[in-house]
């Protein structure tokens, strides 16, 4: 099992740019979710997904867009990357014992 | 949403038990108590949670107050691998999700 998979690790985007960044999952998880991390701060819940075809806020949704593409594929999309979202992005899946990738650093410029 | 308090930063001694603190004095009947631990430049990684009984699992032990309003994280025997930032965090389900709050934790130093 490769558990929990994040691309890109690293990415650098200019201010007003787009990205995506992809989460899959081999665990058979219903639920989903991404979370932001700033430098010396706890994760924080931008959006999550409960299960195939649903997906709902969390705490600091706003310049964000989710996916649930299948059961497995959760992308989180910035339709215009703003200096304020520099921080790291970290996907997990399923419930009380939530399993987390490994991380993408975003540099917005 | 119910918040949690930990001391910012814990030192330890390799192979001593490490007791890590957490209070939660506005917690749910309903929440559950939550630790994950943060290596360096890692995601964060599950430990254990509980209810209202103590939990045991390999890893660690969690003491949960009568009252609910405080919990400890303990480590048996602390190695150097141990040395990470661990959050006490209250979940509560929705629509089939756990929404954790994550604070700042506790960072953990391990000395040799």
């Known amino acids: 099992n490769a558990g929990v998979t994040q691309t890109p690790k690293f990415q650098v985007l200019k201010t007003g740019q787009s990205m995506t960044l992809q989460c899959a999952q081999d665990m058979n998880h219903n639920s989903m979710y991404w979370y932001r991390q700033d430098p010396g701060m706890g994760l924080r819940l931008i959006y999550y997904?409960?299960?195939?075809?649903?997906?709902d806020k969390g705490e600091v949704p706003n310049g964000y867009n989710v996916s649930r593409l299948n059961k497995r594929e959760f992308s989180l999309r910035l339709e215009s990357a703003a200096p304020s979202q520099t921080s790291v992005y970290f996907c997990a899946s399923n419930g009380y014992e939530q399993y987390f990738g490994p991380g993408t650093r975003l540099t917005v410029t | 949403d119910a918040k949690t308090t930990q001391p910012n930063s814990m030192e330890s001694n390799e192979e001593e038990p490490v007791h890590l603190p957490c209070n939660h004095s506005?917690?749910?009947?309903?929440?559950?108590i939550h630790w994950y631990r943060q290596l360096p430049s890692q995601g964060p990684e599950y430990v254990i949670h509980?209810?209202?009984s103590n939990v045991n699992n390999r890893m660690a032990s969690l003491a949960i107050a009568e009252d609910r309003k405080s919990s400890t994280l303990i480590l048996h025997r602390a190695t150097l691998r141990d040395a990470a930032v661990y959050y006490c965090i209250l979940s509560y389900s929705g629509a089939g999700s756990y929404q954790l709050t994550f604070g700042k934790g506790t960072k953990l130093s391990v000395i040799p």
């Open positions: 997904s409960a299960s195939e075809g649903t997906t």
């Open positions: 509980g209810l209202t």
């Open positions: 506005t917690i749910s009947g309903t929440d559950y």
